[in-house]
């Protein structure tokens, strides 16, 4: 079990994806440095803002990083651009590989459309556990 450090202690957190094995997936790309942003329905929940600081968990609930907020912009699912889909980190970072992966995972939720808003989010890796 990976122990919080005091100064996180009541930090919002998340784990990455719709599953353990994404969110393992997903977070290994944090800890190494290669997905530095991400991106969620508009009508996620838990919006983070510039400056705020979120506990990234493990497939298995463990909190495993904090990272921070830089920036938040919301655009439609045509307008996301390459520079974007590479800090995402996935697969080839390509921006076709990041529209079939992202048409995929929001259809799997029954969210996807053509012209879906997006909050997308860059982030830094502030702490590993």
Excluded at 12 to 17: I, L
Excluded at 47 to 52: F, H, L, S, Y
């Amino acid at each position: 079990m990976n122990a919080v450090p005091e100064k996180y202690q009541g930090l919002r957190s998340f784990a990455f994806g719709d599953g353990p094995k994404l969110a393992d997936e997903l977070l290994d790309l944090v800890i190494k440095g290669v997905k530095t942003a991400t991106c969620s329905t508009e009508d996620e929940p838990n919006t983070p803002t510039p400056g705020e600081h979120w506990i990234v968990r493990d497939g298995s609930g463990e909190p495993r990083c904090v990272i921070e907020t830089i920036e938040v912009t919301y655009r439609r699912f045509p307008e996301v651009d390459a520079a974007f889909a590479h800090e995402e980190g996935e697969g080839d970072r390509s921006l076709d590989y990041w529209r079939r992966a992202h048409r995929t995972y929001f259809g799997r939720q029954g969210k996807f459309r053509e012209d879906m808003m997006l909050m997308c989010e860059r982030f830094r890796l502030v702490e590993v556990f």
